[in-house]
């Protein structure tokens, strides 16, 4: 351990000294594959791929001329399915989408045998006339169907719908007298609209990212690939009325240069297709490949961690608590504790600095002459917590239009606050300047950012996290796209990155709801593009993950919320997602939150590990799990992957003061988590017993050859060796 904690720390100290490098803003983000886009019709192709899903191409109309000229809607564009009575020239201006073209049918007759026969939906006909002109269709079994267009419709384009499902063999014109003919279309299928993506040479697509938000007037929607834009295969149905931007990976990676999105329209006039954005990436997607694993610099214990507020959630000072409530109650659980310091608690402008000597000796804070956090504190630190803060601001109880002089006034919060809690009390152990400030102004942000990290390091030399951020998608609805926040003038003084990461995902209709962390599209992948960013920008530095959890339903509350889960798969999916951060590289993470919020079901209100204050604060499954973690692995670190597929993943964890190493795996299930499978995997030790962190019960297994054989299921297991 104290080799690696040395090696972590000398990267740390260089990547503060090395000469600065180019500041690269997206640095993180992985683009989709390159495209040039063409559409059957309509405006703003370009915003198919503009990377923002708010922004939408429309097509034209197909009906009711629209699709005369289209060659993959109009049957007549293609002389090879009729012959003409009498022979007219191949190209010629009565079928070539054109209604402004004419020719003259002196004999007053012209007829299209179609070969083969075929199902037609709709005819248009333009003409210019002196005597009634019919329109005549003959089906395979003899029947014929009469239409008129009298010399009163001249010059307009009249449309026709056929009688009949059966197949056409004959379409005729006749009228008594010779005729003009601009234009004769006819439509055999459902109309459609289509766009068309060239992605230059054949790519390995295994994702798409697409919203195709449309009205009733989109029944369908395909997506086909091709190599060559001749053969094409389909890919993926696209639901039409799916609400939110979609991430889709694919069952199967797809060998395709190009990609058709075909929007099936129904049979009425002026109806169109959107597509909002459409992106192609590998099977990846837009988080790329995960890092690969290292052995990590911490212990279990010494990276999970848990958020709170002052009081623990009984509104009164800790010390007041019962013995074994409050943090004392919690420190079964973590060792790290994060608590949300609200800054309008400090002060109620940024113009008049807290001391905080002062409220330690009872004044209390210019905001709050009750305050003293160094009483709440204390009695945390005596019970064994390290205490992250996380100085909280955000518009609706600290507007940015409060600071004036930001710089200098947030110079001036940060040398106070780390004077008192770093340097003389030795209390506060990181600072994070902000937690979501996500509708602040940018800029304003980062003048606080800056000068209070600097005020801070004036003081004390305590690591200093910026807000939380993201780096995958710069039009978030949330507004937390990294660059935003940080760039190479707000960062000189940060010594890691900070993110937010629930494993939620929204489905077709709009609701968002809890996936397995193993999912593809869950959020806890995107720790690879956070990392990518701090690569390239901030070599060396660690990064955090202040909060994830899952709502669940346990300790006396419900859960009804559409994000919601079971109590046992909060515990099951919570432990797997803290392991899967782990083996990313994450320095710390902190579960939020230590209990429910005595309110009703909405989200975050009952990601606890514990029910609320209404029910006494009683145990969830993940309490007793995370427990349990803390006893059997509290000491080791994450060392290597064993396995991390589609049927088990497998960590191997190792007690650097022992020797000794303990393998956790599980299956990445979605539901049934109960049920097991039988699995072989490969092992170097032998194993002495199997626990599964829900139960604390041991399971059989048997060993041959170096192959371990047990059943897996959804919940992790801890399989101790020697």
Known sequence: ???????????????????????????GLVHPYPAKVTVSSGQNASFITDGNPHTFWQSGSPLPNGYLSQTGLNYFLHPQYYRLTPALPIKNPAFDGNTNTSINITGGKLTLRLQPASKLLLLSLKANVKDTLY????????????????????????????????????????????FQLFELA????????????????????????????????????????????????????LNPKAIPFLYEPLQRTVQARYLKVIFTLPLRNYQKAVLWEFDAYDRYGPYGPPPAARPSSNTFAQAFGINTIWGWGYSVYSDRLK???????????????????????????????PDFNKMAAGAGTPAKPWLNWDREYKVWKQDGFHIDITLAFKQDNFPDTL??????????????YAEHFCKKEHLVSMIEIGNEPWNYNPATYRKILAGMSAGIHSAARVPVLPCAVQAFDPYSDDNSYISKYLDNTSSKEILGLNTHIYSYVFQENGKRTAVNPEDPRSAVWSMANLMRFRNKNLPGRPVYVTEFGFDSGGGGENCTHSECVSEKTQAIYGVRMAMILWRLGTRQFYWYYFANVAYHSFLHNRSGLCGSYKTGFREKRSFQAFAFLQQAIGNYHFEKIIREDKNVYAYLLKNEATGKYILIAWRPTTKEH?????????????????VSILTRQTLPFSEANGNLQLHLSGVPVLIYSQ
């Open 1 to 27: 351990m104290g080799k690696r904690f040395f090696l972590s720390y000398l990267l740390l100290l260089l990547s503060l000294y090395l000469p600065a490098q180019s500041w690269q803003p997206d640095a």
């Open 135 to 178: 329109l005549i269709l003959q089906t395979a079994d003899h029947r014929f169907f009469r239409y008129k267009y009298a010399p009163s419709e001249n010059f307009q384009l009249k449309g026709y719908r056929p009688e009949t499902p059966e197949k056409i063999i004959t379409v005729r014109l006749e009228s008594q007298a010779p």
């Open 186 to 237: 006819a439509l055999h299928s459902l109309p459609t609209a289509s766009v068309l993506f060239d992605y230059g040479k054949i790519r390995n697509i295994g994702w798409i990212s697409s919203r195709q938000l449309n009205s009733t007037s989109v029944t369908d929607i395909r997506v086909m690939a091709s190599r060559d834009k001749q053969h094409w295969q389909p890919v993926i149905r």
């Open 323 to 353: 013995p074994g409530t409050g943090p004392q109650k919690f420190i079964a659980v973590s060792k790290n504790v994060r608590s949300y310091e609200r800054l309008d608690w400090d002060m109620k402008n940024p113009q008049q600095t």
């Open 403 to 416: 600071w004036k002089n930001t710089y200098r006034e947030a110079f001036a919060f940060g040398k106070a």
């Open 674 to 690: 109960f049920l097991s499978k039988a699995e072989t995997l490969s092992v170097d030790r032998h194993v002495t017993k199997i």
